[in-house]
């Protein structure tokens, strides 16, 4: 269980009650490195920065009363084994890499997890040529136990799903991300770590003057303080902000772009009597032509089964229903010139998107494609997520890391995590051992 700080109150994360016989450890004033965001990249690397400098003071700072809330606990739960992504690619390494660290991480750790598998299925014949190359990226990806099999190797796989050519990963699985957070949390706070919740951050700034009463003069230079007047001193500060990056980067005196454009999914369930259907992932074969994945099938480790997403603009950042809307969100995504050109590049994709949205008997219709049996009474409208998206103004979707420093005596201490490349739960373990060793080359610890 995770133990957090708000102001002097111990609280037990995702716990309905306290955890018996924790005591609370004094909170300090001043800090070696202070990280912002709770999400699981900054737990998985304050988790991974605190094992190689366990003599070093760590605070993680995060705006919600728990943690891994937001994308790290709406997500679809999937171990994603890298194929999707170009053999070489920062991406394809970190996902590979992520893959087998999350499997090795839930061994020793004992958390639960299946190995479901995933196929990826071609439902016309144009859609062959693609499922190869994807193949082939996998087989260079050192994907394990790829293979292609016909329609009958699908039917073995998945009885109810029809295809006529499918890419077979058995080594894709599923996992509640979102425990596998908390532990990261956990394991912080084992090697002497602190979190404190409910302290959102507006401001990142030097000082001029020691903390009161310290007698170690301006070892601490940096200053984070939060809406409630709360101020800790650092002498380093990494912020990963998710949904906020953006933001949280400005606010220091950085540039805002790549800006964060938020998209939101929207599932459906199936229901309990129709769970048959499906054993593990049914994917499509993705369209070079549109941004997003498609819509698919998706087990879950509570034994339910997701069906989508769809991708539309999210009227507020942390906007999980369709109707929830802030001002400033959605001002701040039309305005923004890459979103517009993004639009412009898909209308007609985005156009349909928001239909199936709406109208969930054409999303089903879709999925019928795969599993012919589905009907739209078999499901209902499920939960929703919102993902991060980060965009540059020529509308262009950034796949790969961005990190940013502060500038004028902020800058060089200072890191912002700008943008992780997706699938970046997955990828989490590997993220966090990429961003640590960022921090180790810009910083003196």
């Not at 171990?79 to 999707?84: C, K, L, Q």
């Not at 999925?367 to 409208?381: A, F, G, H, N, T």
């Not at 990828?427 to 640590?436: D, F, P, R, T």
Request: with cysteine.
């Amino acid at each position: 269980m995770i133990r957090t700080l708000s102001g002097a109150t111990v609280k037990a994360a995702g716990a309905a009650r306290p955890t018996r016989g924790v005591t609370t450890r004094r909170l300090h004033s001043a800090y070696d490195v202070a990280v912002v965001g709770g999400g699981i990249v900054g737990l998985a690397t304050v988790r991974e920065l605190i094992l190689r400098h366990p003599s070093l003071r760590f605070i993680l700072l995060e705006k919600e009363k728990e943690l891994a809330v937001h994308q790290s606990g709406h997500n679809s739960g999937v171990i994603h084994s890298g194929i999707y992504y170009t053999p070489g690619s920062l991406k394809a390494r970190l996902c590979v890499r992520g893959a087998t660290l999350a499997y090795e991480y839930c061994d020793k750790k004992g958390l639960p997890y299946k190995k479901c598998g995933k196929l990826i299925v071609a439902v016309e014949q144009e859609q062959i040529p693609r499922l190869h190359a994807l193949y082939e990226r996998g087989m260079k990806n050192n994907v394990p136990d790829l293979s292609i099999i016909d329609a009958k190797g699908i039917r073995e796989r998945e009885p109810y799903c029809r295809g006529i050519m499918a890419l077979d990963s058995p080594y894709t699985g599923i996992v509640d991300w979102r425990m596998v957070a908390l532990r990261y949390g956990q394991d912080f706070e084992e090697a002497g770590g602190t979190v404190v919740t409910e302290s959102e951050v507006n401001d990142i700034a030097t000082v001029t003057e020691s903390p009161a009463g310290s007698t170690e003069g301006m070892k601490y230079p940096i200053a984070i303080r939060d809406k409630k007047g709360n101020e800790v001193r650092c002498r380093y500060v990494l912020t990963c902000g998710g949904l906020y990056s953006d933001r949280l980067s400005q606010i220091s005196g950085c540039s805002r772009e790549p800006r964060i454009v938020p998209f939101r999914g929207d599932y459906l369930v199936l229901k309990p009597e129709k769970h048959y259907l499906v054993k593990g992932n049914i994917y499509p074969v993705p369209d070079p032509r549109f941004p997003f994945l498609g819509v698919h099938f998706t087990p879950r480790m509570d034994g339910s089964v997701w069906l989508g997403p769809n991708a539309v603009l999210a009227f507020k950042r942390e906007g999980y229903k369709v109707y929830d809307f802030n001002v400033r969100d959605f001002v701040d995504a039309l305005s923004f010139r890459g979103l517009q050109k993004l639009v412009l590049k898909n209308i007609t994709y985005g156009i349909g998107e928001m239909y199936r949205g709406v109208f969930i008997g054409a999303q089903v219709k879709i999925l019928q494609k795969y599993i012919p049996e589905l009907s739209l009474s078999d499901v209902i409208r499920g939960p929703a997520g919102v993902r991060a998206q980060a965009l540059d103004r020529d509308g262009n979707l950034v796949d790969d890391f961005v990190f940013d420093g502060g500038v004028g005596d902020v800058g060089s201490r200072v890191l912002h995590v700008r943008n992780a490349p997706s699938p970046a739960a997955t990828s989490s373990l590997a993220i966090g051992e990429m961003v640590a060793d960022e921090v180790e080359s810009r910083f003196a610890l």
